[in-house]
């Protein structure tokens, strides 16, 4: 191949390759940011994304994730009740930090929150760390934070905090549909659950082989 035809190829590949290592979330530094951005909530009018959720790994142990309610289409989601925000865990044994919540909308009492365990989220499978909430919807939060710590190994990095469910999520919210601006005294327009649209393994494989491709350019343009 010709060093004007694999220039053309390595900036042809770079973009794909881009777009698949980072369709699930964005990672930098020591944090990971993704969105829960589908739901079995009847949509529309109850459009997505819902929730954003930060992975933040504090050390190779030690990690804290928070959620936060997202406002589309006209309406708040709020979590609350049992799997609030519910992770899978890649770790064989961890601890539980503190669970802090908040809800920036009017007359709510968010908390008090409590370990839920593992549990089911209608649809998206189970999760290995639930983080149920009291009550209902008067309950309920537009922000729950908890920290863990691996007491089985260590994270490489924040993306590392993390791993697919056997239905292929990595995390999910029990959510309240809201309309804005969102009273407690009003009720909830809808409940459900909302997760993360998880990247098949085959999109994974070609991204990881794209990448490949495109350090082999790289090195034969170099030479």
Do not use: E
Not at 179 to 200: K, R
């Amino acid at each position: 191949m010709s060093r004007s035809n694999r220039k053309a190829l390595l900036a042809a590949l770079a973009p794909v390759a881009l777009a698949l290592s980072f369709g699930v979330g964005s990672a930098s530094a020591d944090t990971y940011d993704f969105t829960l951005n589908v739901s079995n909530l009847a949509s529309p009018p109850y459009t997505g994304p819902y929730v954003a959720v930060d992975v933040n790994r504090t050390s190779p142990t030690t990690a804290t994730i928070t959620f936060t309610s997202l406002t589309n289409g006209g309406y708040i989601y709020l979590m609350g009740d049992g799997s609030s925000a519910a992770v899978n865990v890649n770790a064989t044994s961890w601890t539980l930090g503190a669970i802090t919540g908040s809800n920036s909308q009017t007359g709510f009492t968010p908390g008090p929150y409590s370990n839920g365990g593992s549990g089911n989220a209608d649809g998206f499978g189970s999760f290995n760390q639930a983080i149920n909430s009291f009550d209902g919807f008067t309950h309920s939060s537009t922000q729950i934070s908890f920290g863990l710590t691996d007491t089985s190994g260590t994270w490489a990095s924040a993306a590392n905090v993390l791993t697919p469910n056997a239905a292929g999520n990595i995390a999910a919210a029990h959510i309240f549909a809201c309309a804005t601006a969102c009273n407690a005294a009003n009720g909830a327009a809808a409940t459900g659950f909302a997760s993360v649209v998880p990247i098949p393994a085959a999109a994974w494989l070609f991204g990881s082989g794209l990448i490949g491709l495109i350090g082999i350019a790289r090195r034969k343009l170099a030479a």
